[in-house]
């Protein structure tokens, strides 16, 4: 059964520019979330996604930040546009279900440098 | 707010010695409680868990047990070894509400041959 995965892997843009990550969840999860670890501090809660529904953006730090999951596949974290402050490897994770026993798998990450 | 504290790294090892990684949290309710593992240049994996007061999670030799009394939840291994050399992220999940994961910053463990 194939993981998360997320795409690219790694991403080199310009201050002002855009960069679109995207996420393939773990087939059959309703649940998808995306976190981020900037400069080495703790993983960061952005958001969460139960099918294509937005159930908690509390995380996401600005309006330069889009996330969107139509049809409740596949996720898009949109940067527009992008600061330096913005670097760091950004998560996704899903789960079958939203208890919290439950586990959330994670991707392995996209890199993201602005310079 | 919920907010988990882990202790600062890099902790450095030799091959075969014992490893502890302290980990408190602060919690309004009964979280579960876990411990994710980024080895280099891979992602998050889970290495272990545990959702309920004195559950001991284990994996690959690690083991932690959930103490409620002090809100802890230390990752330890008896015999550490080179291939264990990854950065551990100690993690709570809420109970109520959206039941989000709240991360610690991470422990860079290092073990030399």
């Known amino acids: 059964e194939a993981g998360v995965t997320q795409f690219p892997s790694h991403s080199v843009i310009e201050k002002g520019q855009t960069v679109t990550l995207r996420c393939d969840p773990i087939?059959?999860?309703?649940?998808l979330y995306w976190y981020r670890r900037v400069m080495g501090k703790e993983i960061k809660f952005l958001l969460h996604?139960?099918?294509?529904?937005?159930?908690?953006e509390s995380g996401m730090p600005n309006n330069r930040f889009l996330a969107e999951r139509t049809g409740g596949t596949y996720s898009t974290l949109k940067v527009q546009p992008a600061e330096l402050e913005d670097s760091g490897v950004y998560f996704c994770?899903?789960?079958?279900?939203?208890?919290?026993?439950?586990?959330?798998?994670f991707g392995e990450g996209s890199w993201l440098t602005v310079v | 707010g919920n907010s988990v504290t882990q202790m600062e790294g890099p902790v450095t090892l030799s091959e075969e010695a014992f490893l502890t990684i302290n980990c408190t949290y602060t919690?309004?309710?009964?979280?579960?409680l876990f411990w994710y593992v980024q080895y280099p240049g891979e992602g998050l994996q889970l290495l272990l868990k545990?959702?309920?007061?004195?559950d001991k999670g284990s994996n690959k030799g690690f083991e932690a047990t959930y103490r409620k009394e002090t809100t802890s939840f230390h990752l330890e291994k008896g015999s550490v070894q080179v291939s264990d050399s990854a950065v551990y992220f100690c993690?709570?999940?809420?109970?109520?509400?959206?039941?989000?994961?709240?991360f610690g910053t991470g422990t860079r463990l290092l073990v030399s041959p």
């Open positions: 994770a899903s789960s079958l279900e939203g208890g919290s026993g439950n586990t959330i798998y």
């Open positions: 087939s059959g999860h309703d649940n």
């Open positions: 996604f139960v099918k294509e529904s937005k159930q908690d």
């Open positions: 919690a309004t309710g009964y979280p579960s």
């Open positions: 545990a959702t309920k007061a004195d």
């Open positions: 993690a709570l999940r809420e109970n109520t509400g959206f039941q989000k994961l709240v």
